[in-house]
């Protein structure tokens, strides 16, 4: 059990270390075309930069398709990447940017550091004037509550 809960952590951990790095150099950089319309103003529900969290959750599958006979590694990665992305969902697509209504605007100072860390972010739609990348990490400075 415990081999499971290291794996499902590692893959947790891994997918918001690689996320930041490729937010801020593939996403903010080669790839700014697809990521670009988040930055945008939307009619849509749908976005093209959305086709990233089908490239996430496509590993995050395949590791648990290749795992799932023995159950190793693989798998828990993959459910840790799952639970990631699910988090993810609920953190940035609901909360933040409220795509789906289900919540109000967070009232826990962990959320609404991130809260603000992402509308920091956002507040270009330019390519190189972005700040914070992650989506957990983030600078201390967003959680400092104002008197």
């Given at each position: 059990m415990m081999y499971a809960i290291i794996f499902i952590v590692l893959g947790f951990a891994a997918m918001e270390f690689s996320g930041w790095f490729i937010h801020k150099y593939i996403m903010h950089g080669p790839l700014w075309g697809i990521h670009k319309t988040h930055h945008q103003a939307s009619k849509s529900f749908f976005e093209l930069n959305d086709l990233f969290s089908l490239l996430f959750g496509s590993i995050a599958v395949l590791l648990i398709f290749l795992g799932v006979g023995e159950l190793d590694f693989r798998f828990w990665m993959g459910v840790g990447i799952s639970l990631y992305g699910i988090s993810y969902f609920i953190i940035h697509d609901v909360l933040v940017h409220r795509r789906i209504k289900?919540?109000?605007?967070?009232?826990?100072?962990?959320?609404?550091?991130?809260?603000?860390?992402?509308?920091?972010?956002?507040?270009?739609?330019?390519?190189?004037?972005?700040?914070?990348?992650?989506?957990?990490?983030?600078?201390?400075k967003y959680f400092k509550i104002k008197s």
């Open positions: 289900w919540f109000d605007r967070p009232k826990s100072s962990f959320l609404l550091g991130i809260f603000k860390a992402h509308q920091a972010h956002h507040a270009t739609n330019k390519k190189n004037d972005a700040v914070s990348f992650g989506l957990f990490v983030v600078p201390k």
